[in-house]
């Protein structure tokens, strides 16, 4: 009697995989995010006033919405920071940020149009964590993200032991 059970809940499973249910679609993404996107970020170095505007930032990113359901809200690209705004010309020892940090992400774009995703980088600086939360918007409708804006946090930590800072707001919007 058990090996019938079985083989009608795995029928019936079968069946509702197949049948296209139409909750299934509601957790497609509202876009395709891949593409590059330029744009800045404004910032602060944690107990740091001072404010850091117009840093230059680029976003890359690869997305297939109509990949099976367990791909189909993956993101994965490329995020590079600029310091040049913060930054002197040549780094000096109580200055561990680069001229420029790029770091390998990936992340999920969520059926509201919100992405969260994030990556490591490492280097002579140390180690540095990078996470981006923001929303997209297709602003054409043509199902292509134009932009993406939101927050992000940054963090190095430094060999010397110490751990940097910065978090604020970003901006980028779709090159053509």
Known sequence: MRPTRGRFLWACALGVALSGCPWLEDLRAPFNASGWFDGSWDGARAGDEQALVECVMAVGLAHDPDAGLG???????????????????????????????????????????????????????????????????????????DGLFGEFCLRVDVPDGTRESVSGTFGVIHLE
């Open 71 to 145: 791909r189909r809200r993956h993101v994965e690209g490329t995020a590079r920071f600029t310091f040049w705004c913060a930054a002197p010309e040549e780094p000096t020892a109580d200055t561990p940020w680069p001229r420029e940090l790029e770091f390998d992400v990936d992340g999920v774009v969520w059926p509201g149009g919100r992405l969260t995703f994030g990556g490591a980088a490492s280097g002579e600086f140390g180690e540095a964590h990078l996470h981006l939360d923001g929303d997209g918007e297709d602003v054409n409708g043509d199902g292509a993200m």
